[in-house]
């Protein structure tokens, strides 16, 4: 039987990343066979020609735009002053050639991060406009999350059918381990995999663990993009999540143990922590589009550990 996608002409922004990727072979496995993955090279998305070109080269259908400058605390501070231009004007123009072209759907990615900084835990919805992002992160936070008025005010206006998922911190095979830009996961496994490797008797890590965090596994997340794709067609923002919170002290003895390293975490207490808790309401999901998490945490980190393992030699590096 056909799917959903399978006469879809899809463009896929940010699609030869690390959750990109994903998305893109799911499709496929849906049976699309018209995506088309912009390439940085070809196509910079923070200029409005090269946007108009895209649409013009690709006429798509739906545009799934995953594409994002981001990276963790210290690449947000280094860089808030690019995060947020380039990903509001990425965000913005996508969707205003989008409209005027008559595209059927418009499907955006935004970010945890655009929650207040004393959001109350489980994080719902309604809570969004409740203050101002966590200080560290916020221009990136922020420049996301004006992809929800855009698309709340095209869709009032313009009849544009544009919607807007929230996903939590997502990890998995593939990842970013950047040294510089990597989130937590990739971060904490490779500190404590080359300390094991070279025999250090500690790992030093930012901030003193309190913190929660939650974490998607990068193939949940694909299939919840895809599932909303499909099935969601309303102006409200969406969690995607686990619902399940963990300290990041509780997280790095976790790899640790996966790992096997064996030595002392030790906790730079100078360096920031971030946002103090972060944890999803995420039954909107599950009610409009019918999306649940299935990998559990342990089983995503094993399987992430084992494919840096395989691939630490070649890991990506990310420059801005």
Known sequence: MPSFFSDKRVVVTGGAGFLGSVVVAQLREQGCRNIWVPRSQDYDLVQMEAVRRLYADAAPDIVLHLAARVGGIGANQANAGRFFYDNL??????????????????????????????????????????????????????????????????????????????????????????????????????????????????????????????????????RAILLAAEHYNGSEPINVGTGEEITILALAELIAEEIGFTGELVWDATKPNGQPRRCLEVSRAKQLFGFEAKEELREGIKKTVAWYRCHQTVVREVVF
């Open 89 to 222: 004007m990425m965000g913005t123009q996508l969707m205003e050639i989008g409209r005027q072209r008559g595209l059927e759907k418009f499907v955006a990615l935004a970010t945890i991060c655009a929650y207040p900084k004393y959001t109350p835990v489980p994080f719902r919805e309604e809570d969004l406009w409740a203050g101002y992002p966590e200080e560290t992160n916020a221009p990136y936070g922020l420049a996301k999350k004006m992809m929800l008025v855009q698309a709340q005010a095209y869709r009032q206006q313009y009849g544009f059918n544009a919607i807007v998922l929230f996903p939590v911190n997502l990890y998995g095979p593939g990842d970013n381990f950047d040294r510089q830009t990597s989130h937590v996961i990739p971060a904490l496994i490779r500190k404590c995999v080359e300390a094991q490797a070279k025999g250090e008797e500690q790992v030093v890590l930012w901030g003193d663990g309190s913190p929660s965090r939650e974490f998607l596994y990068v193939d949940d997340a694909a």
